[in-house]
């Protein structure tokens, strides 16, 4: 199957977390961890797109690299704050040293023009706010609630897994007071946290380590404090969907970004030059106090001709498309069947089980989600990257990698499955603009400082 032409994937190199996503000027600007030399992880450095649909994209290239003169050897995660004169990067600081970025990482800022072409550091935060010591400390993220910025990191404190929050000295943004840890959960490592708020109620996402998926809670924040009436996954793709991002659009919806990793069982790429994609950015927001998901309405734009679909089935060949059906009781579905290859949707005792079947070099596992006794279903596939939404609240991301090209579409048991719709969907536009960026890396030797190069 072919790489995905429809998520946002760099050209080449490796793709990780996305990174301060923000709508500015008609335009989304986001931010994402990559490795301009290689399609493994290593050299990590930010990069820069737009879009102004979220599907379109065009990438221009590396827009904050390791300061290595200073001791700086990776830029990991972190968000995008508006400023009176332009932006604030705030994003995680390691430097060298074998457990640099467990134990001594530092929270940067950074100061940028509206364009974000250049860039300057002017504060840091150490860790030495805390009543006691932090490690995993990471992925600053900040939000505004009643006038006030506060500001979100992962670390692990007291030996549990921590969301901490802070809040700002001032407008600077260089001066923050630790308050308290917001969320605690015991056994695991926490990273990426987000926070939007609706009203007086927060929705948080964080990505568990020990999971290998992405997680929310949902409650009242008021005093500093979050009072938790929900918590639950936000897609059960396991070893696939992390590392979420969140940002504010046009008319104040919310967009989620997230990373969809390869899922390979041996090496990081499929094919040895790019590794890693955005998934399809979604909306979000709460219904009777849990998160409900749309894809992003540009995927729309993408539409191309309608696939027969006749007696539950849609046997075109086809590697990019948009499904759409409704499931009722109990019964089976394939997606995406090749020679010796296909993909199950098993409904049974109100669970959806995904099952992956004859791609040994592609992780397997069977991915299990809640599901009603009638269902509303929505499909986008695109090469190797295969993303669903359940009745809205549910989603389930994967990797599929048969090998040989698909035979069948959709195909499902008699009775099981109505309103089925199908259409293929066109290559998004991606384009590339990386005028003073690799130039700039290159000429600054920070290729050569930083390590992991390939």
């Known amino acids: 199957m072919q790489r995905p032409l429809i998520h946002f994937a760099p050209a080449k190199g490796w793709m990780n977390d996305p990174n301060g996503p923000i709508y500015a000027d008609g335009l989304w600007h986001l931010f994402y961890q990559y490795n301009p030399f290689g399609s493994e992880w290593g050299n990590i450095c930010w990069a820069y797109a737009t879009s102004p649909d979220l599907i379109s994209w065009t990438r221009r290239g590396v827009r904050l690299a390791p300061d290595t003169a200073h001791g700086e050897r990776w830029c990991f995660s972190g968000c995008t704050v508006p400023t009176p004169h332009g932006y604030a990067f705030l994003y995680t600081s390691v430097g060298f040293g074998e457990n640099a970025a467990r134990d001594r990482a530092v929270q940067r800022i950074c100061a940028s023009n509206r364009s974000f072409t250049r860039t300057r550091r002017c504060g840091t935060i150490t860790p030495d706010l805390h009543p006691l010591p932090v490690t ?32 700002a000295a001032d407008e600077s943004l260089l001066h923050w007071k630790f308050l308290c840890p917001l969320f605690s ?85 499929p094919d040895g030059s790019y590794s890693g994609c955005l998934a399809l950015p979604r909306t979000v927001h709460l219904e009777n106090g849990r998160p409900v998901y749309a894809f992003a ?35 089976e579905a394939t997606l995406l069947e090749t020679g010796n290859a296909r993909v199950r949707l098993k409904v049974v005792s109100g669970e959806m089980h995904i099952l992956r079947e004859g791609t040994p070099c592609g992780d397997m596992r069977e991915i ?26 549910e989603a389930a991301s994967f990797r599929f990698y048969p090998g040989d090209p698909v035979v069948t579409l959709f195909a499902a048991e008699e009775g099981f499955v109505s309103e089925l719709r199908a259409c293929e969907l066109l290559p998004a536009p991606m384009a590339d603009d990386e005028s003073q960026s690799l130039r700039m890396v290159r000429r600054e030797g920070w290729r050569h400082a930083g390590s992991g190069e390939k």
């Open 297 to 331: 309405e540009g995927l729309r734009a993408l539409s191309g001709r309608a696939l027969p679909a006749e007696g539950g089935a849609v046997r075109t060949p086809c590697e990019r498309a948009h499904l759409s059906f409704r499931t009722r009781g109990e019964g």
């Open 185 to 269: 959960r015991a056994g695991d490592i926490l990273e990426c946290p987000n926070a939007v708020m609706f009203g007086d109620t927060m929705l948080l996402l964080y990505s568990s380590i020990r999971e290998n998926r992405v997680r929310y809670a949902v409650g009242r924040f008021a005093g500093g404090q979050l009072a938790v009436a929900a918590e639950g996954v936000v897609d059960h793709g396991e070893n696939c969907f992390y590392a979420t991002n969140l940002a504010r659009g046009e008319h104040g919806g919310t967009v989620l970004f997230a990373w969809l990793k390869e899922s390979l069982l041996h090496g990081s790429s």
């Open 136 to 167: 995993e400390w990471r992925d600053p993220f900040v939000f505004e609630r009643g006038g006030a910025r506060y500001l979100l990191l992962a670390g692990v404190m007291n030996g549990k897994g921590n969301i901490l929050l802070y809040k």
């Open 368 to 393: 299990v989600l809640p599901v009603r006794m009638t269902n509303e279903v929505e499909a986008v596939c695109d090469g190797t990257a295969v993303e669903l939404l359940v009745n809205s609240c």
